[in-house]
């Protein structure tokens, strides 16, 4: 083998192609204010992060999509969730800068982007897609478009943000499917769900946690109506705290097809996880939990910087793609949740006193050498 070029950091980095990249629609930047400069240049560097976001979140899927995923491989699904999240942490960050613009110097150059949208970013899309966002669940931006439709080129033909988000439609399964997978095979209470006894042994976990939670539940209500010196609060208490225990055996019933069944066991299974999460072969699985809701809560907080970084520019007007603005990104931000049982389970558990006993805790110890 030779031996390798000697290479420079320029030449590395590509600097100069990559410096070359902020003139917009212009041919020389020099006609360009700084003003525009600076949208152009924090757009792209949102670009490259949602590029590094995605090739994080297909290593995670990957491996939460394997038939057998080990225990140590966790701790690389868990690098990349963190990756994930501290870099929407810096994307966040990057909205002060946008925020150096002024209406009025925004509005100069403004009209040059429209049609042009931030909706047409591929990639967001992609992040979107593969994360496990429904394409039932999407919202419209404004026109009576399909979010596809709205990627194709000016003259209609498909272009290759269009070509880039098919090939992200067409690669499943997403992050969520995947993940959905790993945990219906998660052992509860030592028992796979391939086993004889994993229908009867389900239930029985979900019957004891159900009469502890109902407890708990009890225990909450009964200092909560010593704050209420009126009857009818007193009612409303009990029947606001009734509908919590309602809605817990709603969340648990058995499902009526094998997708319900699935759905009833990887519930279970997340809250198996939280309950015991201090038992040593459930730390990392208890990691890949915790670090998927701190990334969903990221990715909320990044729609809504976004949205108040718009409304703060250019207020309410219509988006330049023909959106809604502001009340658009507002609502992406309230609808565009992919975990909502694993943030549900925040709402079902129980003080570690009333956590049912497991018949077998050892399985989840360390194996003795």
């Not at 020099?30 to 240049?41: G, K, P, S, Y």
């Not at 988000?165 to 391939?194: F, H, S």
């Not at 009857?231 to 969340?251: C, I, M």
């Not at 507002?330 to 609808?335: F, S």
Request: aromatic share 8%; net charge negative; with cysteine.
């Amino acid at each position: 083998m030779g031996t390798a070029k000697p290479t420079t950091y320029w030449d590395y980095i590509r600097v100069e192609e990559l410096l070359s990249l902020q003139r917009g629609l212009s041919a020389d930047e020099a006609e360009l204010t700084n003003d525009e400069v600076l949208f152009i240049t924090v757009h792209q560097v949102f670009e490259l992060w949602f590029k590094l976001i995605l090739r994080e979140l297909r290593a995670a899927r990957d491996l939460f999509r394997a038939p057998k995923v080990e225990e140590q491989e966790l701790a690389g699904a868990v690098a990349s969730v963190h990756r994930v999240t501290t870099i929407l942490r810096r994307a966040c960050d990057h909205f002060t800068v946008m925020e150096t613009l002024s209406t009025r110097e925004y509005l100069a150059f403004r009209d040059k982007l429209m049609p042009a949208s931030g909706f047409q970013s591929a990639q967001l899309r992609e992040v979107e897609i593969v994360f496990g966002l429904e394409a039932g669940d999407r919202i419209g931006y404004g026109l009576d478009l399909d979010y596809l439709e709205a990627l194709r080129a000016a003259d209609g033909s498909p272009s290759p943000a269009l070509q880039r988000v098919q090939r992200a439609l067409a690669d499943g399964p997403t992050l969520k499917e995947a993940l959905d997978d790993w945990l219906y095979r998660t052992p509860i209470d030592g028992v796979g769900p391939d086993a004889p006894e994993a229908a009867a042994r389900l239930d029985e976990f979900l019957s004891t946690y159900l009469e502890a939670h109902s407890s708990a539940v009890d225990r909450t209500l009964e200092r909560a109506l010593l704050l209420a010196d009126k009857e009818h609060d007193r009612a409303k208490l009990r029947e606001r705290y009734a509908r919590e225990k309602d809605s817990v055996a709603e969340f648990f019933a058995p499902g009526e097809d094998e997708a319900g069944r699935k759905r009833r066991r990887v519930r279970a299974a997340m809250l198996f996880i939280e309950t015991y999460r201090d038992l040593p072969l459930l730390a990392w699985p208890r990691e890949v939990l915790d670090g998927l809701v701190e990334l969903e809560q990221l990715f909320v907080m990044f729609r809504q910087r976004h949205a108040r970084m718009v409304e703060r520019v250019i207020g309410k007007r219509t988006g330049t793609g023909g959106s809604a603005g502001v009340d658009y990104l507002d609502e992406t931000a309230l609808r565009y949740r992919i975990l909502r049982d694993l943030w549900a389970i925040r709402t079902l558990q129980v003080p570690a006193d009333l956590a049912p006993p497991l018949r077998n805790p050892a399985f989840y110890g360390f194996a003795s050498a």
